[in-house]
């Protein structure tokens, strides 16, 4: 089966520790991206790769880091730069940058303590 | 800054009615507009977009409607079942590079 990965569905934390938070797809995808969704808002950017060996920040980077070592992973770590870190972070991929249709992932839900 | 809100917060509405939701957006610019379904603890999954040089496209059991002059997107579920019960919310952009995201319109089928 084809599609995105995230890993693990609940990830917890103390406050001051960075996490890491997977995300694979076997899509062959170009473009990846990290979004942040909280209760109550719309989802937001937080990191996008191109492709490999690429990445910018997207509207809210601060306090996170990302890296796209291959085609197919682009794990996201939240550091304990990242003020208010608990949220559902949710990873996709389209086939390239300014292909319209992303695909998501399931979610890792992040909780920090 | 970008804005796309919603209408109404929650909808209720009795299986096998039709349900409407609705979203707003502000860039008038903006050329391409998806719908998605986000189940409880899931990730989105599209339903159906349109472009703008469309005012109308069905798919199955949905048809979404856009309003250029008054920037106006709506989705139309015919029939609403039980597994239809979801946040639906809008996306919209201008260039494919960055999208915008509504809040969400949580759905709920009576059965």
């Known amino acids: 089966d084809g599609g995105i990965t995230q890993s693990p569905k609940y990830l917890f934390r103390k406050e001051g520790q960075n996490v890491t938070l997977s995300c694979e797809q076997n899509?062959?995808?170009?473009?990846m991206y990290w979004y942040r969704q909280d209760p109550g808002q719309g989802l937001r950017l937080i990191y996008y790769s191109q492709i490999v060996n690429d990445f910018q920040k997207g509207d809210i980077a601060e306090g996170y880091s990302v890296s796209r070592e291959k085609k197919e992973s682009f794990p996201l770590t939240v550091t304990s730069a990242q003020k208010n870190p608990t949220a559902f972070y949710l990873c996709a991929s389209s086939i390239a940058y300014n292909n319209y249709e992303q695909y998501f992932g399931p979610g890792t839900r992040l909780t920090v303590t | 800054g970008e804005s796309v809100g919603l209408h109404l917060p929650t909808l209720s509405v009795q299986e096998g009615d039709n349900s409407i939701i609705n979203c707003a957006y502000s860039n008038s610019a903006s050329d391409y507009f998806i719908w998605y379904k986000q189940e409880s603890g899931k990730g989105p999954q599209f339903i159906i977009d349109i472009r703008s040089n469309m005012d109308k496209r069905q798919g199955q059991r949905v048809t979404v409607l856009l309003n250029k002059t008054v920037k106006h997107l709506s989705l139309q579920i015919a029939a609403t079942q039980p597994g239809d019960s979801a946040v639906y919310f809008c996306?919209?952009?201008?260039?494919?590079?960055?999208?915008?995201f509504g809040t969400g319109t949580s759905l709920t089928v009576i059965p």
């Open positions: 899509l062959n995808h170009d473009a």
């Open positions: 996306a919209e952009t201008e260039t494919g590079n960055q999208f915008y």
